[in-house]
């Protein structure tokens, strides 16, 4: 079982980059420990965001700064134990969330979120996955009218300054469009109108991994932990016992990526944010048809096809830290008072992590100093946004091609 690339990491951009690779005429093998689209691809809010043109930044006011110490707020909570060990990379993420290196690269991080749409909806067409998307946008919900107005002018500037596309709400005209919302609390809303929506965003992955396979693509299971260097390439071994070997390794893990490339000398300053979500009947006499971000509380609520999905912010916490979904416990409570939750639909919460850099970018390219291994991760909160565009960006890479845009930015020799 010889290949041209192996491609380690079932998820969207695993997936993704192994069709890119497929197009360009490279045999492709898809690794993995199960099957495809079962971990942080699975549990995301399932928004093709293209509105997302500046990255998370660090809060730089110090009463934001003050109130999430206390770990209280519903949008970012932290184990303390974990702390010691982000310190460095949150410090990093701090200094990078300055207004002059921010606009540098909210700049660069823009140039990829253009490419969101085009890409999936290639890779939609050709797997025929149109049932599970909605073309609608979404819903960020705005509590008073000093926020309201600030959320008008920043999404006006975005239209401006990178072409997003958005509608103003007043509370009439929300409660209009949505009225199983409780429009008393809010003073209005930002419909982002460009992106697109997923039913079962785990499913999205699956059918793009079902359209590798039946392109001659071959999906094997194993540790890719097991990845060893050989004369003739790379090799692991399937949970079989069988060896799989490929001229050149791609390195897709997500939030596992460091745990392999730092046994090849790549190390960068890679740390989780945690997020957990839930299902929720709906109720028979109110309704929910957006996904709905309650900005100023920090949950968003998706009506997906198990349920009303309710998923939360960011927890800093050590990948592997045993579960605590206490943001998912306060904010249930918050969003049943505005929106139409019915009982809980999963036994336990799920739990998954999403995988930052502290200059907020993704990492794509070749691993310095280690002849044919590349990577692709620490997307943050957009690589299933941003897998499809990854993908074809990476493939240009690997292939001699000249990507759509500068890969400088997103180089894994770049400083941190």
Sequence with gaps: MKYDVLVLGAGMVGVSSALHLQARGRSVVLFDRQAAGLETS??????IQREAVRPYAFPRALSVIAGAATNRRLDVRYHAAALRHVAGPLLRYFNHSASAPYARIAADYASMIAMSIDTHAELIRAAQAESLVK???WLMLMRSEKNLAAAFAEADLLHRENGVNHRKLNRAELAALEPGIAKDQLAGAVHWTDPWTLRSPGELVQAYAALFTQRGGEMRLGDALSLEKQAEGWQVRTQSGETVTAKEVVIALGPWTTRL???FGFAPPMFVKRGYHMHYAALPDRKLAHWVLDEERGYLVAPMKDGLRLT????????????TPTQLRDAEPVARDLLPLGDRVDAVPWKGARPCMPDMKPVIGAVPGVEGMWCAFGHG???FTLGPATGELLAALMTGETPHIDMQPFSPARRF
């Design 135 to 137: 073309k609608q946008g």
């Design 42 to 47: 699975f549990g995301n809010a399932g928004i």
């Design 312 to 323: 939360t912010g960011a927890e800093l916490a050590l990948l592997d830290s045993p579960s």
């Design 261 to 263: 490339t730092e046994r």
């Design 381 to 383: 909160h957009q690589g």
